[in-house]
């Protein structure tokens, strides 16, 4: 199994840009779930999934959006992006109820100049 | 939602225990604390999760005292390669892990 897998790795975008960052599982989880994090800090969770057709906020959702038509994919989208964006974005999963050891992928940092 | 407060760094050497205490002043009853480590350009990776006393896996022991208002997580003999971010958290349930700033270890030879 690769685990939870993010592409790109790096990215530089402009003021204004929009991007999508993409995120696939192939553990069969159902919840998924969306992190940046800031230099020097923890981790704040943007969005979260339950399962295919299911999404909820987290802490920080503005200027972000997400979508789940399949139980692999997760992408997260970033509109009009802003200079607050830039930070290392994770993805991660999990297969039941709690959050109980939550699986992360290896990240995407975004750079918004 | 439970605030966790832990030390913001620590250091070490190798061979050594290292205890790393966290506390929770307003845990809810239900609610799991659960310890992730993560390296620097990587994701966390959970180390290990309790709800009382103690829970010990291969790599971490995990000791929550009856009043469940802190915990310490104890890593036995520690090598260079223990050099992390280790983040204390309060799992509600709720599918949302709330991280702190965690606790920088060094660990030197």
């Known amino acids: 199994n690769a685990g939870v897998t993010q592409t790109p790795k790096f990215r530089i975008l402009k003021i204004g840009q929009s991007m999508t960052l993409q995120c696939t599982q192939d553990m069969n989880h159902n919840y998924m779930y969306w992190y940046r994090q800031d230099p020097g800090m923890g981790l704040k969770l943007i969005y979260y999934s339950v399962g295919a057709g299911i999404t909820d906020k987290g802490e920080v959702p503005n200027g972000y959006n997400v979508s789940r038509s399949t139980t692999e994919d997760f992408p997260l989208r970033l509109e009009l992006a802003a200079p607050s964006q830039t930070s290392v974005y994770f993805c991660a999963s999990s297969p039941d109820s709690r959050t109980y050891e939550q699986y992360f992928g290896p990240g995407t940092r975004l750079t918004v100049t | 939602l439970a605030k966790t407060t832990q030390p913001i760094s620590m250091d070490s050497y190798e061979g050594q225990e290292v205890n790393i205490t966290c506390s929770h002043n307003n845990i809810a009853t239900n609610d799991y604390i659960t310890w992730y480590q993560q390296f620097p350009s990587q994701g966390p990776r959970f180390i290990i999760q309790?709800?009382?006393t103690k829970v010990t896996n291969e790599v971490a022991s995990l000791f929550i005292p009856a009043d469940r208002k802190s915990s310490t997580l104890s890593l036995p003999r520690v090598s260079l390669s223990d050099t992390a971010v280790y983040y204390c958290?309060?799992?509600?349930?709720?599918?949302?892990?709330?991280f702190g700033s965690g606790t920088r270890l060094q660990v030197q030879p």
């Open positions: 309790g709800y009382k």
């Open positions: 958290l309060v799992d509600t349930g709720r599918r949302a892990l709330t």
